[in-house]
């Protein structure tokens, strides 16, 4: 089956600098890859998704890049600021009896220091 | 709103006494899903839906039942819960797959169990 690796486990960035999360999955045959934002007390929250006919997606101060032939896909995080200190989770699909699945990396807890 | 909601949010318990935690979600969602949250170990599947009446075993199955027999409803039953079932648990919902593969997943908030 699946398997998601996710690193660092912590990561600690000055207010302005940028963040890198990487991931890497195991399935050739997974081909849609979101990532997921968890605050204190709330349930994880989509923040941005790629899927495998595009290398490079963008939104705003956030972006995910995505390598198939190595099988990784990372997380960008640019001009970081307090409130973008949280919990973030990779995820990648992959294929079962029903339909498709998810399997999701441990996590990062990123501290964004003012 | 487009929301998922969990309730209890909290619940303190003892080993054996049968609960069940309800999940509802008002966006007309076909794919249901349960997780387990614990520390080092990030979101393992419990169980899923992808239609009323079609569930399946996700990787951590084992002391759990599901049910789907309407489809904004998906609660997570512990006939028997034991303290290695304390945990924070999500639900989740989307769309089905469709012809652009997997839709994004939306949570609740989470219910934290303790089972003393």
């Known amino acids: 089956g699946e398997n998601v690796e996710q690193h660092p486990s912590t990561l600690s960035v000055q207010e302005g600098d940028s963040a890198v999360i990487k991931c890497t999955y195991s399935?050739?045959?997974?081909?849609?890859f979101p990532w997921y934002k968890q605050e204190l007390g709330k349930g994880p929250q989509l923040i941005i998704d790629?899927?495998?006919?595009?290398g490079e997606k963008k939104d705003q101060r956030i972006a995910v890049t995505l390598n198939k032939t190595a099988k990784h896909f990372s997380l960008h995080i640019t001009e970081t600021q307090p409130e973008d200190s949280a919990v973030y989770f990779c995820?990648?699909?992959?294929?079962?009896?029903?339909?498709?699945?998810?399997?999701f990396g441990p996590g990062t807890r990123l501290s964004v220091l003012p | 709103e487009a929301q998922v909601t969990q309730n209890p949010r909290y619940l303190i318990t003892v080993t054996g006494k049968k609960l069940t935690v309800t999940c509802s979600q008002n966006?007309?969602?076909?794919?249901m899903s349960w997780y387990r949250q614990d520390p080092g170990l990030g979101l393992r599947q419990i169980y899923y839906?992808?239609?009323?009446?079609?569930?399946d075993k996700g990787d951590v199955p084992e002391g759990y039942k599901v049910s789907r027999k309407e489809k904004r409803n998906f609660p997570l039953i512990l006939e028997s819960p034991s303290p290695n079932q304390t945990s924070l648990y999500f639900c989740?919902?989307?769309?089905?797959?469709?012809?652009?593969?997997?839709?994004?997943?939306?949570f609740g908030d989470g219910t934290r169990l303790s089972i003393l």
């Open positions: 989740a919902s989307s769309l089905s797959t469709g012809t652009e593969g997997n839709q994004p997943q939306h």
């Open positions: 399935d050739s045959a997974s081909n849609y």
């Open positions: 790629i899927r495998s006919n595009v």
């Open positions: 995820a990648a699909n992959y294929r079962d009896n029903y339909g498709q699945n998810f399997v």
């Open positions: 966006m007309n969602h076909e794919y």
């Open positions: 839906s992808m239609n009323v009446e079609v569930t």
